[in-house]
């Protein structure tokens, strides 16, 4: 087509849909979502914006099934897709294949979160995980039914132990709500009568490598706690040997990789039909030498003619009184050993006894000292007091007490105490004591009242 003639809408855009897609093509953009919403058909449809610019992005329906990100208006992501021209509406558009927060994602911080708190719980204590059994006969195996891992799994067993019987129990490993699905596959090997399943020897969790989104299932608690109230031990094969998971941690054991799940938990056929046939040559030399030998017996008794048979029993004969010299002079020494320990632990029982004793007397000693400080002093406050009321009884019979009521004692010249009036004549001198001194007086004449 020449520059001169015109070119119709349809061809321009195609030439700029090969333009953009082979000069740009597949790429890596960083920003932040704008408008957002997902159409019937289930596709999503929104814009990537900075500062100064904005793009136009869909992520089609079978690839945002298994996204694990919830895209938001103001969400900052990071896509991975193509750069293209939709021919529909003349429009540049972002074809997007992979989403991913920027920056540290915050599945990256919930795996932490989530690794941190589970540990704190001690659910990832060598102490609880069980071991497995060296020669497994059966494995349940959850996995995907297609795909490469379940073919390597299954080359390596056959390789190794082909007599092992291997149940697959078919789960989704990838993408929203895959974690119940997993869960609920490892509560069904736990139990497996009541969901019609054979019993097995352990069960192998096992996915191919993938990014953080892609391994998310197996991050989610609701698996960790499957595989922790598992009645079976549970294999992680999860992912590449640099991936771990919080399925990793918890299971039983961890596997770098599917095929070395394998490795780990099964016999080498080759290492074992090797070991068997060492130890059937071991077998067969012990053998022979234990034939030889009572061969060569066999021999001396044919030559002997067994004309005194009493001397094929003359070495045992003596090989029992030996012993039974032997055990007598043993049993001998072990009960005078044993009488000897016998005495000494009497002594130390009887002195045991003796200290026992002397510890009780000294007790009782200490509670009758108690006792009698006690008794004594409540008989001397008791007699304190007694003293005390007597005390008081005889301060109020005492005359001195009755003169400082109001009374006085009258005496003769000589000191006799006068009771009656007919005592003192008149002109007897008389002493009179008062409470606060004394007086002289004369009797006048004596009246008996």
């Not at 299971?251 to 770098?256: E, F, H, Q, T």
């Not at 009758?368 to 007091?385: C, E, I, N, Y």
């Not at 006799?416 to 002493?431: E, F, W, Y």
């Amino acid at each position: 087509m020449s520059e001169s003639e015109p070119c119709s809408v349809t061809q321009l855009l195609s030439r700029l849909k090969y333009a953009v897609e082979n000069d740009v093509g597949e790429a890596n953009v960083v920003g932040e979502i704008g408008s957002c919403k997902v159409a019937s058909s289930g596709h999503v449809y929104f814009t990537l914006k900075d500062a100064s610019a904005q793009l136009a992005c869909v992520f089609y329906r079978y690839q945002a099934a298994s996204c694990r990100i919830s895209l938001r208006e103001g969400l900052r992501v990071e896509l991975a897709g193509r750069a293209t021209v939709w021919e529909g509406r003349g429009a540049l558009q972002f074809v997007v294949s992979r989403v991913r927060e920027a920056g540290v994602g915050s599945l990256q911080q919930q795996f932490e979160e989530m690794k941190r708190r589970l540990e704190a719980e001690g659910l990832f204590s060598a102490d609880r995980k069980r071991p497995l059994p060296r020669y497994p006969e059966r494995i349940g195996l959850i996995t995907s039914a297609s795909g490469a891992v379940i073919q390597d799994m299954r080359h390596r067993l056959e390789q190794r132990a082909p007599w092992v019987q291997v149940y697959l129990l078919p789960v989704q490993v990838q993408g929203k709500g895959a974690e119940h699905g997993l869960a609920r596959a490892v509560r069904m090997w736990s139990e497996p009568d009541r969901f019609g399943l054979p019993p097995v020897d352990f069960v192998i969790l096992a996915r191919g490598g993938g990014s953080l989104e892609d391994l998310w299932c197996f991050n989610e608690e609701v698996l960790a706690r499957a595989i922790v109230a598992s009645r079976v031990p549970v294999v992680s094969a999860v992912g590449h040997e640099t991936d771990f998971t919080i399925a990793d941690f918890v299971a039983d054991l961890r596997a770098p990789t599917p095929t070395a799940a394998i490795e780990l938990t099964t016999p080498d056929a080759a290492a074992l039909m090797e070991t068997l046939d060492s130890r059937a040559l071991t077998l067969r030399k012990q053998m022979a030498r234990a034939l030889e030998t009572a061969h060569l017996r066999l021999l001396a008794v044919e030559r002997s003619k067994l004309r005194r048979p009493q001397e094929l029993l003359m070495p045992f004969v003596q090989r029992l009184d030996v012993l039974h010299e032997e055990m007598s002079s043993c049993c001998g020494a072990r009960i005078q050993d044993a009488a000897h320990q016998l005495a000494l632990h009497s002594a130390r029982l009887q002195v045991g006894r003796l200290h026992s004793a002397l510890e009780r007397a000294n007790e009782r000693l200490q509670n009758a000292l108690h006792a009698l400080r006690v008794g004594a002093r409540a008989r001397t406050d008791q007699w304190k007091a007694n003293l005390h009321v007597n005390e008081e009884r005889l301060a109020a019979a005492s005359p001195a007490h009755a003169l400082k009521r109001g009374f006085a004692l009258v005496r003769a010249e000589n000191g006799k105490l006068l009771r009656r009036a007919q005592d003192a004549p008149a002109g007897t001198r008389l002493r009179i004591s008062l409470s606060e001194g004394e007086l002289t007086a004369v009797a006048e004449q004596g009246t008996r009242i």
